[in-house]
């Protein structure tokens, strides 16, 4: 876990946009503007989805910034982003992920093997009933190997701009949620330092 003499408080947003990136009426960036220090995974090419590159973007940018961070990702994003966190080292800063509409690893193949497996950090993983990337079922399979809570959002499309996903108050809730879940390990880890310095 990360260690709070070396971290700030409340945990930095990241956005981890899917195929083609976010636009400026996107939640991802309506979401970046309700939190203060806000970043956003760039990608070298945001046409061309490879699982191993964008996952190092990621990987890259938790490596140079300060945290700690909660992720937002959004569609491959989502796939990119829980391949990089297979990497321990990579995901200490990292204490919460938001997963919207992930899209099916089926349908990216060529963009590299995809193995889900349980993150050591807390998850929600939102799915949609009528989400063209990805099945309700595989939503839901999806959040179970990854050990993410799962959120049925209905009939909310891809969970993008073009299903009226702009301004998304609830994806605040979301993170807002992710970031209290995080803060009692923040503060006990903080008792802990003060009563070690204590006894020094």
């Known amino acids: 876990m990360f260690s709070c003499t070396k971290s700030t408080w409340p945990p930095r947003l990241v956005t981890v946009p899917g195929l083609h990136g976010s636009e ?10 309700q939190f203060a220090r806000s970043l956003r995974v760039e ?15 990621l990987r890259d940018l938790l490596a140079h910034e300060r945290g700690p961070f909660v992720l937002a990702a959004h569609s491959f994003g989502c796939l990119a982003t829980a391949h990089a966190l297979q990497q321990a080292s ?14 099916s690893p089926q349908k990216f193949a060529s963009a590299g ?17 009528t989400d063209p990337w990805m099945p309700l079922a595989g939503s839901r399979d999806l959040a179970h190997r990854l050990g993410s809570a ?20 609830r994806a605040k809730y979301f993170v807002d949620t992710l970031m209290h879940c995080a803060a009692p390990l923040r503060f006990r880890e903080e008792t802990f330092e003060a009563a070690q310095h204590a006894f020094v």
């Open 24 to 33: 400026g009426a996107h939640w991802q960036t309506w979401l970046e503007r």
């Open 43 to 57: 990608q070298a090419d945001w046409d061309a989805p490879d699982l191993a590159r964008w996952a190092k973007s």
């Open 90 to 103: 990579y995901a200490n800063d990292v204490v919460g992920v938001l997963f919207v509409a992930p899209a």
């Open 113 to 129: 093997a995809f193995d889900a497996r349980r993150l050591g950090v807390p998850s929600i993983l939102i799915g949609s009933e």
């Open 150 to 169: 799962f959120v049925n959002l209905g009939d909310a499309g891809h969970i993008n701009t073009a299903a009226g996903f702009g301004p998304w108050p």
